[in-house]
């Protein structure tokens, strides 16, 4: 400890922070670290081992406790303080915070490791400008900012902080809908601002090593979170803003998805299609027709389009008869041509403007105003519209435009001026609807569709998408990128229109591709603009044929997916995980990433390809999902690519729980299910599991409303065993279970399944083992080979 405080010593020396900035006092009481220095004040709080906050609040301002962002309450006891004549510490086991008093320096570093340290600290630059920043080091590599499609390695880039709609954008998108001022390193910590006004994130666009975070008013208060791999990172910045619910089990199937449903015939002749091809489907959305006939002058109306929609409560039980959600889209936007308008101005639920009177502007849509969500009337208003929908039946609901799309600095909200709330009025529209569920359909888990979001929005169920992207090549090849990005930002199930959104672009071979993809992706949803048929069961026979291989596909790994899900929910892990996860070296590595632990994934993105590269990380040998063929850990290789699917691979000794194909997951059952188990002789031990609930209690693991399915593998170069037991919650019951153990890559001279021998006249492969769990009972697979 003793050299490494010198050596921050020495380091803050070398890079002294603001000269005009002196030390003045200290006092450490109650767990934080109060430092007053000559233009200001410094108040440092440990959140956990992992965790530091760190608040300026210059002379003459109050210190604004108040955070949209964090949820996590601090832990006390994880930090210790001491002194010496020129510097303060504070120490957890996890991260050190040095103050050097003159010159004056902060320093945070982890396991001896310096990490990053304050520049210039806070700066006042003009009325209108505020900055704090930090030194970086020449090698580190950066990423968050929220969506853009940038490259993997932000670094470089001055990012807006201003959540902006990018239409029709393909391998290049410098600003989205998701402005997230969190920065992530290489060296294993992020940084996060806890401001939600709009401003930039310079990630060191000068290339002098220098972070800097530019506002135009708010808090000036930053967290620094630190792990020893990058899912612990993950996972405590999940703790520190909250961690996503799990999805109803039915998000994760077929999504029937367009611009748009005109009519209620529309919509019930849409799902015949799908039923008569046997093509599965858990959803069907509703875009804007529902509430009105044309695209401008009716948003705001929120209410059913009786001509075109004469009986939506008939409509809307005979799908849920069905096991088919119906979702609505909904915008914030209350035009004054909408049939709602007066009622909203005599509720006063609108934003305002200087004179007090509801601000109104144009945009495309028509004239309109905006439901003030900061408002308690605002609020109540809006949620008693979706209150009355989900009243109706109606399964999920889409909230679009809601960055918001246009949103004049001239309005005024009762949470602050229009751009002190534009990054977080998603978030909060978000929040609404999970705080609604939760006290008017408390047994419910919301879907919650949602294009704009903040810090922490994870925690409301907010399932983001990455906005209108155009329908080609480019469209898809920054999908990847983006989904990634934001899942180690929290938001695990960013994911795509699949085939693509903008443009008239007709080309099954991308349709198809972006389907693939879409298998191992957190949703699968196809959508497009109208004259584009994006639902599987409107293509081609041909292309249909091929497309519902890839729903069916879908619907197979329900169990695995699943399980993906709780993960992330228990732990913030990222459904989809860049390949850094495991080799640090891979920094800028996006075309292939982990689909959870076990899949290896590699989309293909480009047209006409017959074969492509992939990297196989070193960490396990890899088998072909639809071959088998074997590929050793740490090469590459070229890879013959097959038009019915993109290469994909399980990592040796995994285990991949499967089901049949089934109509939609009211179906869904582990009566009897497939568990897939990849063979390889230098995996001498594996381990895997399989969640189970009824899919649609909220915070069922926490209610004992579940079980969990442990899998474990142990092999000796002689025999390999594999042991099956569940573990049960209090408050549920295990049904029995056929379980049909397929073991790949195995040459099986005898097996034995709970200590007694089974004859087989032939061994296929894979190698197929039956089991039946009796409410739980574990169970022992032998196989000597």
Known sequence: ??????????????????????????????????????????????????????????????????????????????????????????????????????????????????????????????????????????????????????????????????????????????????????????????????????????????????????????????????????????????????????????SLGNFSSRFGYHSQEDVENTIKKFEQNNIPVDAIILDLYWFGKGIKNTMGNLDWDKDNFPNPNKMISDLNAKGIKTILITEPFILTTSTKWQEAVDKNVLVKDKFGKPATWDFYFGNTSVVDIFKPEGKDWFWNVYKRLINQGVGGMWGDLGEPEVFPSKAITAG??????????????????????????????????????????????MVPWSGDVSRSWGGLQSQMEIALQMGMQGLGYMHSDLG??????????????????????????????????????????????????????RYQLMPYNYTLSFDNNQKGTPLMRPLFFEEPALTTVSGTYFWGNDFLVTPITKAGLTSTEVYFPKSSNWFDFYTNEKHLAGTTESVKVNEDYIPTFVRGGSFIPMIETIQNTSKYSLANFNLHYYFDESVTNSSGKLYNDDGTTPNAFEKGQYEILNFNSTNNNKSLVIKIAAVTGKNFT????????????????????????RVYKTFHEPLQVNVTMTKGTPSEIKIEY
């Open 1 to 250: 400890m003793r050299n490494l405080l010198f050596l921050l010593l020495i380091t803050s020396i070398s890079f002294a922070q603001n000269a005009n900035r002196k030390y003045i006092s200290h006092s450490w009481k109650n767990n934080i670290l109060e430092i007053k220095t000559s233009d200001g004040s410094y108040l440092i709080k440990p959140y956990s081992d992992k965790i530091v906050e760190t608040s300026f609040v210059p002379n003459g301002e109050t210190f604004n406790p108040n955070s949209h962002a964090v949820v996590k309450t601090p832990e006390k006891g994880w930090a210790s303080f001491s002194k010496t004549d020129n510097s303060l510490s504070l120490i957890t086991k996890g991260i050190t915070v040095v103050i050097n008093k003159s010159p004056f320096k902060i320093t945070y570093s982890n396991l001896g490791k310096v990490l990053l340290s304050e520049k210039m600290g806070y700066t006042k630059v003009n009325d209108s400008t505020q900055t704090l920043s930090f030194n970086l080091d020449n090698s580190e590599v950066l990423y968050g900012g929220g969506a853009r499609a940038l490259g993997m390695n932000r670094r470089g880039n001055r990012l807006q902080l201003y959540n902006r709609a990018h239409y029709g954008y393909e391998t290049k998108a410098e600003l989205m809908n998701f402005c997230i001022p969190l920065v992530m390193s290489s060296k294993l910590y992020a940084v996060h601002f806890d401001n939600a006004a709009i401003g930039y994130l310079d990630l060191d666009s000068k290339k002098d090593n220098t972070l800097t975070y530019e506002t135009i008013s708010g808090r000036k208060t930053y967290q620094v979170i630190v792990g020893n791999t990058w899912s612990e990172l993950v996972s405590k910045y999940t703790d520190l803003t909250g961690k996503q619910p799990l999805l109803p089990r039915w």
């Open 416 to 461: 602050g001026k229009a751009d002190e709330v534009h990054n977080i009025y998603g978030h909060n529209w978000a929040k609404l609807i999970a705080d609604g569920y939760k006290k008017d359909f408390p047994t419910q888990r919301p879907f919650i569709l949602m294009r704009a979001g903040y810090s922490g929005s994870q925690r409301f169920g």
């Open 500 to 553: 693509g959104f903008a443009g008239d672009y007709f080309d099954n071979e991308l349709y198809l591709r972006w389907l693939q993809y879409g298998v191992f992706n957190p949703i699968f949803r196809p959508h497009a603009q109208e004259d584009v048929a994006s639902e599987v069961a409107r293509k081609d026979i041909a292309t249909m044929a091929k497309a519902k291989k890839q729903v069916d596909l």
């Open 734 to 757: 295990s049904t029995d279970k056929n379980v049909s153990i397929l073991i790949h890559n195995i040459k099986a001279k005898r097996i034995f399944v709970n200590g007694q021998e």
